[in-house]
């Protein structure tokens, strides 16, 4: 069992940055591929970018490539999303999720499925 939990959100003006952090509990952290989901009002959830076990791979949406940055301590269980040159419609609930422990593959992990845990999100607003 994994626990998940968010941090680092908030408001934030366009062009801004904000970094957020994932916090896991468990012996089996390095054992998971790691992922970053949104959702905006009225919008269903959307993969943002995912991380394999050791965060020697990364996949990011094309929304997001090249202004946010996934990375991973494992020695600290921990989960970073770095969001730079933020834009209004970055605005929604950002979630971490933890994989099922099974071999990294980008394309699955965009999937909700691939994810055995989730946190319970982190509100980040862009205001214009």
């Known amino acids: 069992q994994v626990q998940l939990v968010e941090s680092g959100g908030g408001l934030v003006q366009a062009g801004g940055s904000l970094r957020l952090s994932c916090a896991a509990s468990?012996?089996?952290?390095?054992?998971?591929?790691m992922g970053w989901f949104r959702q905006a009002p009225g919008k269903e959830r959307e993969f943002v970018v995912g991380i394999s076990r050791s965060g020697g791979s990364t996949f990011y949406a094309d929304s997001v490539k090249g202004r946010f940055t996934m990375s991973r301590d494992n020695a600290k269980n921990t989960v970073y999303l770095q969001m730079n040159s933020l834009r209004p419609e970055d605005t929604a609930v950002y979630y971490c999720?933890?994989?099922?422990?099974?071999?990294?593959?980008?394309?699955?992990?965009?999937?909700?499925?691939?994810?055995?845990?989730w946190g319970q999100g982190t509100q980040v607003t862009v205001s214009s």
């Open positions: 468990g012996r089996t952290f390095s054992s998971h591929g």
């Open positions: 999720a933890a994989s099922r422990l099974t071999i990294w593959n980008s394309e699955k992990a965009t999937k909700e499925e691939f994810y055995a845990f």
